[in-house]
Nanobody, 124 residues
Framework: QVQLVESGGGLVQPGGSLRLSCTAS????????IGWFRQAPGKERERVSC????????KYADSVKGRFTISGDKSKNTVYLQMNSLKPEDTAVYYC?????????????????WGKGTLVTVSS
């Protein structure tokens, strides 16, 4: 049974930083991808970033390029999302997602596993 445990959300002022973590358990090997999606009130879910545990491939939404960095630690089965220069429009519930196919994460389709979500609020 695959489980995803997220941490790191909270309240931050505009221009500030937060780091989200997602730790996966239950995968039989490291041939999977972990991504972050977010959903703001009244808006559709948006794919923020993806990370492939096998070769460290990454993908970012245009809205976060240059501000967010995704990275992974295979030994800990953990992926991090470092969020800098946060803006009020980054406010959302951020969900960790895992899939055996990196492409599914990139396309935001047919995701196998989801975390419970962590709230990020950017406000002064």
């Amino acid at each position: 049974q695959v489980q995803l445990v997220e941490s790191g959300g909270g309240l931050v002022q505009p221009g500030g930083s937060l780091r989200l973590s997602c730790t996966a358990s239950g995968f039989s090997d490291d041939d999977y991808a972990i991504g972050w999606f977010r959903q703001a009130p009244g808006k559709e879910r948006e794919r923020v970033s993806c990370f492939a545990l096998t070769d460290s491939s990454t993908k970012y939404a245009d809205s976060v390029k240059g501000r967010f960095t995704i990275s992974g630690d295979k030994s800990k089965n953990t992926v991090y999302l470092q969020m800098n220069s946060l803006k009020p429009e980054d406010t959302a519930v951020y969900y960790c997602a895992a899939d055996n196919l990196y492409a599914d994460c990139v396309l935001g389709m047919d995701i196998n596993y989801w975390g419970k979500g962590t709230l990020v609020t950017v406000s002064s």
